[in-house]
């Protein structure tokens, strides 16, 4: 390759998206080395080494038609109208013309249609299934692609068998916050940070919030690394680009294997259920809401008579305990608990009016 090409090649991480759909295109991008994903609506396909993405848009100077993604790091040749021809500089000017019209002849389609370095993605590493209990649905549909300008990659290494691996954490600067719910959900206009929530090792499948990850115990750790000795994983995991709403899910699964197995402490079993209540609820899966919430009410109950935290520790609990019985049915129970927290002495004065104001609610109801 030319030294002037050389100089127009650039390499991204995996999760950047290159264009999106509707974009103006000011460049193509030839794969060099890596994969990425082209989106649009429900058609995905993958590219790798000696696929162009972006080519048609770009020569015929219009706007993007789908979505690209790199789903590993990625490194591309970058050609644009000021070095598309110093590119080819060397090489027979037709390829460039050929190029041209290659790009011209794509039929317009709703389809996706490529034609150099199409991969076929074979199904890998432990599934869905394998992971989720018996009869539990797996639900469709992706993250949706927009989320991956509000995450960013960083590498980590495995607390258990040292494997480096490439997770993905929210640039909470950008976040845009619509509500804080009763039950502390921060929900955002933009993101749904629990999807990104678990981090998880794609060897030994170590499965943990990524705020703890590397605070995990040697002694839990070390738990960890004598279930994998004794029975290794068959497979391994790892989050698609942009990631599936059942591979979301099926990583809370393989963290709840991680609490029972290293002995996690009450409100890490509550605070995860608490969270995968909040994803079933949004998809409108009410039945694994309901059983959620009970999972969580169960450890955020013991978590309250087992654990010493401050005053307004305990309000939150508390508050948490309200809305989960009311989820559940429990009205009495409810009030209960929003009476401790109004009443607590001491505490934060904040919790207390949020406890006496959802008690007016009740009473109102």
Avoid at 53 to 72: P, R
């Amino acid at each position: 390759m030319s030294e002037v090409a050389v100089n127009h090649i650039q390499s991204f991480s995996k999760g950047t998206v290159l264009f999106s759909l509707g974009d103006s295109a000011s460049a193509a991008y030839f794969i060099l080395e890596g994969k990425a994903l082209a989106i649009k609506g429900e058609q995905q396909v993958a590219l790798g080494p000696g696929g162009f993405l972006g080519a048609a848009a770009f020569f015929k100077e219009a706007a993007h038609t789908y979505t690209a993604v790199c789903s590993t790091e990625l490194k591309v040749l970058v050609v644009t109208k000021e070095t598309s021809r110093a590119i080819v500089a060397g090489q027979p000017a037709i390829a460039l013309a050929l190029m041209r019209e290659l790009a011209l002849q794509i039929p317009q389609t709703e389809e996706l249609v490529f034609f150099q370095g199409r991969l076929e993605e074979k199904a890998e590493g432990v599934s869905a299934q394998q992971i989720l209990p018996e009869g539990h649905p797996v639900f469709a549909g992706s993250v949706p692609v927009e989320y991956g300008e509000l995450v960013f990659p960083v590498e980590v290494e495995c607390r258990a068998c040292q494997t480096k691996f490439t997770a993905m954490r929210p640039r909470t600067s950008r976040l845009q916050l619509q509500e804080q719910r009763p039950d502390f959900r921060n929900v955002y206009r933009n993101f749904e940070p629990n999807f990104f929530y678990i981090w998880v090792c794609p060897k030994c499948l170590f499965a943990y919030p990524e705020r703890q990850y590397n605070r995990v115990s040697a002694r839990a750790v070390s738990r960890w690394q004598e279930a994998v000795a004794a029975n290794p994983p068959q497979a391994s995991f790892e989050f698609d680009t942009p990631r599936t709403i059942h591979q979301v899910i099926a990583s809370y699964f393989l963290a709840l294997k991680t609490y029972e197995v290293t002995g996690a402490s009450p409100d890490l079993w509550a605070n995860l259920w608490l969270r995968l209540m909040w994803i079933y609820e949004d998809l409108e899966a009410e039945e694994l809401a309901l059983q959620a919430a009970e999972k969580a009410r169960t450890y955020f109950a013991e978590s309250l008579a087992t654990t010493a935290r401050s005053a307004a520790g305990d309000q939150r609990l508390y508050l948490i305990l309200a809305e989960l019985d009311l989820r559940l049915g429990s009205r009495g129970d409810a009030y209960r608990n929003f009476h401790a927290a109004a009443t607590m002495t001491g505490g934060d004065p904040r919790i207390k009016r949020m406890a006496s104001d959802r008690i007016q609610d009740l009473r109102a109801e």
